[in-house]
């Protein structure tokens, strides 16, 4: 569905007064996240669940605050993707026609989709058009009705965020070896001498750049397989369907990098099956139970709710993700990219207590 018909069919399902409202708080993410001018803005949504639709809301809102600062917008709402989908047609179509430099907007209850002859990787044709981009994925499992807990965190003061995040960055970036621990029982030894570290603080105003809305985490890939000890997951676990928040924790053991062991209850099992479900489809099976990121979250105005979109970015909490972090920098092509939130961690660098 183009512009006219997904204002037609938010209106129809009494959202669009919502979108409405939203698009008061998305006016002023423009200038700092995305150094707008009057390049053209493609929004893509899809149209969600029964009672679960914060990525139309969301896609809808972002729409009405451009028309609002009179950018040349656009709005496609798709239906859901999930994995091995392809993008609807009139999606690739928007995508391809959009020339050298302009704005793409991301807004899914699941994922975008396959965006077929474009290539594999949305992130690397971004860069090939010299596109900016933001995005907010894996939307589905939060209630219409929740919309503002996303809100709140994507409200935020984003230069003296960005300044705290460039500093810890480059802290990250330096150590060679990092330590956790938690109240939990989490005690992780994480290798990344040598390794660039990634700030996610919503400055994509660079060509060709991108990355998450809400933003807030320093993260970054390990060196090779070394990575070794416990990490108790206690905040919330990603899955290929949803997002858990954790009632009985996840306790993983891992040895050269990989998990050896899932002890717990539900939750684990759950995990524990995604990892099997992944490894009987995968192309590269020994790859789904490998650690690939360790991940620092210093939103101040996010916290857990059951959404890794925002669970991730949550002040006090760190994360590690499970299988892929080719896109990133790192060398692991796996079928999956799960996060694993645990709160309340004690971080050192080469020794020193890192002091958020």
Known sequence: METLESIKWLKERSLYDLSSKVALS??????PCLAVKDEKVLIVGDIGYENRNVAAVLSGAYYLAAEQLKLDAKLILQDVKSRGDASDENVVKNLAELKQGNI??????DKLGNIQQL???FRRWVAKKSHRFISAMSLGDLATSNIDL???AIDVNYKPLQTQHEELRQRLEKAKEVHITTPAGTDLYYNKSGIKAIAADGNYTMPGTGGNLPAGEIYSPPNGKKIEGKAVIDGSSRTHEHTILIRKPIELTIKDGEIAEIRGHDEAKQLENTLKWAASVAKNPGNVRRICELGIGLNPKASIIGAMIVDDKTLGTAHIGIGSNYWFGGNIYAIIHL???FKNPTIYLDGELLKI
Do not use: A, E
């Not at 998305?26 to 200038?31: D, E, G, H, N, R």
């Open 150 to 152: 996303i809100l709140k």
């Open 119 to 121: 290539g594999k990787s």
């Open 339 to 341: 996060d694993q939130v």
């Open 26 to 31: 998305l006016k002023k993410i423009f200038t």
């Open 104 to 109: 793409i907007i991301l807004n899914m209850s």
